[in-house]
């Protein structure tokens, strides 16, 4: 059975006014490489009249930009995105930022999300004669973008899609963020040398020295010309529905969300896991890399010693080989290795973000056992996943989530470990500082903030035909928000 992780689901960045702006962005989307690792992309432009350019690929930051790549992306605004595929095949025609020539000129957009009313929208629109280049939702706001021209336009479009959005657009004189009005995914605006910029994670900030301004609000739409930034709000309100798995394991730690940084969420949900479950015991060890500040606090709290018994190999590669029979734990022991001293004739509680399908935790009970462990204590630092998530993340269908199939006692039995402990909702949303009706707890409780469309398919898109991306030569208007003249 394949190992499982929950796998991020895209990133996005944006530029608007500086003399290096693609070299800006090359260096924001390196800092969100953990949002997806698929491909990469960079749109810049100049000014009004000039052709949009585009360079995107498959592959990691690193590999799809050349130093020569980033000197033919010549201008003074940018978007860009890292991808994995939730929506759609992951192939070069899906790769993000798409460009589009419509009554508004050129448009290039970048999404971070997942939507919920694709494949309905995506029907009509074809019925109305749009004809799709790529099979991810990303590219259904392009063609409602792309329908008649008026100011209102625009946010009517915004308003016909559902789920979760969080968008860097780029028109011919405007770069634009985009928030859903539940705020799903985290949008957030820096400041650097007089340039705006737009990022999924503020650690992207720090990477550039752009100064932190704060978050895009759910709801809002920041249009950033010439004149400045300014907000508008056309969606109508709607509770709030941040994604609480991104304090959990998606958001890198040194990013800071809702004025809270993720490491001190992440420290303190291993300190509520001790109070929920404390246990006695000489070592607590984490899962590297996430389940680091839960541990800490959990080693903390119960004043047990940290140590990083387990040693991750960070050098893995995409086309690594599925192992033989022979060797059948080779691709857990590949990724983490173990220091036997450190848990040899120990009680270990072994703390980790998340059990998915349970392959993982259960090798790594193997593991723990095999170096000597007296006892094995798992912890886990968010409540147990038992529904999909429509929104974005790429969790397996609910019959493959263990939790959705096992008692915890069953799941402590099948894992091999001594005792297992979940922190629970009212525990994990503590730690955050904020109240549940702020967050978007579906995949805990089904508790969904979004209707979603009966008919989903989340591979709809999937089967549809990819065709070629173009990017032609281009109409051009001033404006996202003007008609053409
Ligand atoms: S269902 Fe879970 S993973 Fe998906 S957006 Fe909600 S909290 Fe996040």
New binding site residues.
Partial sequence: MKNYR?THECGVFAVFGHPDAAVLTYYGLYALQHRGQESAGIVTASGPNTPFLRHVNMGLVSQVFSNSDLDRLKGTRAVGHVRYSTSGSSNLVNAQPFVVNTARGQIAIAHNGNLVNASLLRDELEEQGSIFQTSVDSEVILHLLAQPASPEGVFSALRKVHG?FSLVLMSEREVIGVRDPFG?RPLAIGKLDGAWVLSSETCAFDLIHAEFVRDVEPGEVVIIDENGIRSEWPFSAERK?F????YVYFARPDSIISDINVARVRTEMGRELARLHPVEADVVVPVPDSGNYAALGMAEELNIPYRHAFVRNHYIGRTFLQPSQLIRDFTVRVKLNLIKEAVEGKRVVVVDDSIVRGTTARARVVNLREAGAKEVHMRISCPPHR???????D?PDPEKLLANQMTLDQIRDYLGCDSIGYLDVPSMVRATGQKENQ??????NAD?PVAVDPNLDKHVMERRSNRPNLLGSAPVSPSLFSQRP
């Fill in positions: 929950p979760a799903f529905a994604c609480i798995f991104e529904h999909s998530c429509f929104y974005g993340i969790f967050f978007c707890l579906a995949c805990f969904y």
